[in-house]
Nanobody, 120 residues
């Protein structure tokens, strides 16, 4: 199983960005999918997550500015970020809880990260 995140880049303050993450490989079921970020010198933190039923949770730093969504048919998760600030600069990682078979154990998988830089 692999997760591949893409869509990062350089954005001006106040701009928007959409991150995408694709899960591939031996996948039977994906439970929670989410986005985390890690800024230089800081710990990795949760940005948002969504369950297989579509319920969502946002960190306080992302509320009102971020929207997480997923396409279960395509095994993808997205993060739309608006009104970006320099403090949003970080490597963004996608994360997913995946089972490879009907009765198999679920495992936690991470994407390789995509860099978002918010700067003028």
């Amino acid at each position: 199983v692999q997760l591949q995140a893409f869509g990062g880049g350089l954005v001006q303050p106040g701009g928007s960005l959409r991150l995408s993450c694709a899960a591939s490989g031996s996948i039977f079921r994906i439970n929670v999918m989410g986005w985390y970020r890690q800024a230089p010198g800081k710990q990795r933190e949760l940005v948002a997550r969504t369950s297989s039923s579509g319920s969502t949770y946002y960190a306080d730093s992302a509320k009102s500015r971020a929207t997480i969504s997923r396409d279960n048919a395509k095994n993808m998760v997205y993060l739309q970020m608006n009104s970006l600030k320099p403090e949003d600069t970080a490597v963004y990682y996608c994360n997913a809880d995946i089972a490879s078979s009907r009765y198999g154990t679920t495992y936690d998988y991470w994407g390789q990260g995509t860099l978002v830089t918010v700067s003028s």
